[in-house]
């Protein structure tokens, strides 16, 4: 294949991953948005719900699609049940501290990966794709349903979009996240908002997890490549920041498809992490994030 | 806070557990002992991390790189440049000081969880680039050091760190140094404004104190000792392995500290001697040593934050340093 179209599919690659990683990281950007908390666990959520997509599609057998569409209902409603859980049982016991809530979310994580290890096993398995067609460019044939993961999650951040901006969930959401002591004053539950978001976050990676399964097998330890993954978007774009999470997602995404096919992919996470890391030690607000207040 | 009433009493504890430890030497049998000499060094570790996370208030989820960076430190040292053993010693402390001097000049400009993010990343990279120079370092199968690489010539002594005798003393002579040196740093006037700093940064720092050459200063005391606990592990136990990179040797020092009690100068050890136990007795059960893992850090920050001997310190015995 020539240069051109070998980047074309590079391209087309990355954007697969940059969908998929613009709805994980925002339910970690809305997290800390909202709640000023890093949630540790967010990718043993990611993987929660890639590995309930399998066990659902299995028992529930019959055509692909039947199974799929469950998994994409059923699986991100688990997720969210126990991120309520975690919610309600520990955060809200330690008062959000920060220190405090990263330290529990790091139990929660290494929870969560040894019963998905003792329950589900070592192996990865593959959930079938709702449907197989193949789009037949001039060059190669590619995935319809990888387009259509694309079209999905471009679908669902125009939706939170629209929640986030012309909603009153999405005006609590907000008011919260600009001050909260304000938002008690004027009668909003933040208790119950804070309890909200967490689930919403960790649904929003379990659906992200359920789209990815059907071309990238579930496995226990699938959890950690999006945390670290979500971390740099989210800090990349700008803490609680939607329209900065979805470009540095493109970005990242793009990249990191671009650069793993023509380099080594260690070498391209390694550059990444620490240009991460020199971003947030001399420009902690983000690429495209304003200043904190 | 009432340290300085009875100095006395607290060397003559801290003796005193050096002692039944030089003591347990020559009575353990062989499979304990050997567990407890590894304890031992990571104790070390656990106190290195306790200096920064209990006394200065900083968390770090990044520590592992400098416990690495003493491993592959002495480990390469030894395997490829041939160095003698004291040398590798040196040379992955000089490795600690200048990581923790580099690291604590960029990520002290964050704070807070900011600075979490960062530790992480950059003890990603470090753990990454030890993947990437496979042929140099072992990759993921990480290298072994050979016997002969593990002798130490002073003039005509010769001491072989395979020896289980001779690798327990020099386990427990480094942890006793790390011990008092940490018990003399937080009892003096640099330890004294860390826990200054820990309490009220801003006041301490109109009171006039340098609080980010403090900081500074004490990320790099912090990275030597846990360096120095890194090349240990490497010339004792004889392995150098990609996982001593993780995120998870990042995160134990952390639970073996919150279990023991943070700010306690005995805390690293009983936290880290208790976990050990734990996961050694309950791994004849099951294999699912992270579910315990998981399941204590959780509990800790619920009902028990203080730790062990912070809980001890807080009910019972004030003077507890």
């Known amino acids: ?293 | 806070m009432t340290e300085g009433s009875s100095p006395a009493r607290a060397y003559v504890l801290h003796l005193a557990v050096i002692a039944i430890l030089v003591v347990l030497n020559f009575i353990l049998p062989a499979y304990h002992h050997g567990l407890l000499a590894r304890i031992l060094v990571l104790a070390t570790f656990a106190m290195g991390y306790n200096l920064l996370f209990g006394y200065v208030g900083l968390l770090s989820l990044g520590h592992a790189i400098f416990f690495a960076a003493g491993l592959y430190g002495a480990g390469l040292g030894v395997h490829h440049f041939e160095l003698s053993v004291p040398v590798a010693f040196m040379a992955a402390l000089a490795c600690g000081a200048v990581l923790s001097l580099v690291i604590g000049l960029l990520a002290l400009r964050t704070s807070g969880v900011a600075f979490m993010i960062v530790t992480m990343m950059f003890a990603q990279v470090l753990a990454l680039a030890i993947l990437y120079f496979a042929p140099l370092t072992g990759g993921d199968q990480g290298l072994v050091l050979q016997q002969q690489e593990r002798v130490v010539h002073l003039g005509d002594t010769v001491l072989d760190l395979t020896n289980p005798m001779t690798r327990y003393m020099v386990a427990l002579a480094l942890f006793s140094i790390v011990l008092l040196l940490t018990l003399g740093v937080v009892r003096s006037r640099f330890g004294r404004v860390l826990i200054a700093i820990r309490e009220n940064e801003e006041r301490t720092r109109m009171l006039g104190y340098d609080t980010f050459a403090n900081k500074l200063a004490a990320v790099v005391v912090s990275g030597v000792i846990c360096a120095a606990a890194g090349s240990a592990y490497a010339l004792l136990f004889g392995y150098v392995g990609a996982n001593f990179a993780s995120v998870q040797y990042s995160i134990l020092p952390l639970l073996w500290v919150l279990l023991g009690g943070a700010a306690t100068t005995l805390g690293p050890l009983i936290g880290t001697l208790f976990m050990y136990y734990v996961v050694d007795i309950t791994s004849g059960y099951t294999s699912a040593y992270l579910l315990i893992v998981g399941i204590a850090l959780i509990l800790l920050v619920l009902f028990f934050p203080k730790g062990i001997l912070g809980t001890i310190r807080q009910r019972w015995v004030r003077w507890l340093p």
């Not at chain 1, 991120?83 to 955060?91: G, K, N, Q, S, Y």
């Not at chain 1, 071309?215 to 993954?229: E, K, N, T, V």
Request: hydrophobic content about 60%; overall charge positive.
């Open chain 1, 1 to 293: 294949m020539a240069f051109g179209p070998h980047l074309l599919l590079a391209v087309l690659e990355g954007l697969v991953t940059s969908a998929v990683l613009a709805l994980t990281a925002l339910g970690l950007s809305l997290v800390f948005g909202v709640m000023r908390v890093v949630n540790v666990a967010h990718g043993e959520l990611f993987m929660l719900g890639a590995v309930l997509a399998w066990a659902i599609a299995t028992s529930i057998g019959g055509s692909p699609a039947v199974g799929f569409m469950a998994a994409l209902v059923l699986a991100p409603l688990i997720v969210g049940a126990v991120a309520l859980a975690a919610e309600r049982l520990v955060l809200r016991k330690v008062n959000y501290d920060p220190e405090a809530t990263i330290v529990a979310t790091i139990g929660l994580l290494y929870i969560i990966q040894q019963l998905a290890l003792t329950f589900y096993g070592a192996d990865a398995r593959p959930v079938p794709p709702p449907f197989n067609m193949r789009i037949s460019l001039p060059w190669f044939g590619y995935s319809g349903y990888k387009l259509s993961i694309i079209a999905a999650s471009a679908l669902l951040l125009v939706v939170s979009w629209l929640v986030m901006t012309k909603t009153k969930a999405g005006l609590i959401m907000r008011a919260t996240q600009y001050d909260r002591e304000t938002a008690q004053a004027f009668g909003i539950p933040v208790d119950r908002v804070y309890a909200g978001v967490f689930a919403l976050g960790a649904m929003l990676a379990a659906i992200a997890a359920v789209l990815i399964v059907p071309i990238s097998q579930a496995h226990y330890l699938m959890g950690q490549d999006p945390l670290l993954l979500s971390f740099i978007v989210v800090i990349i774009g700008g803490l609680g920041s939607l329209r900065g999470t979805v470009v540095a997602a493109v970005l990242i995404g793009v990249s990191d498809g671009v650069i793993s096919m023509f380099f080594s992919p260690t070498l391209a996470k390694m550059i990444a992490t620490l240009l991460v890391a020199m971003v947030l030690v001399f420009r902690p607000q983000g690429l495209f994030g304003r200043a904190v207040r």
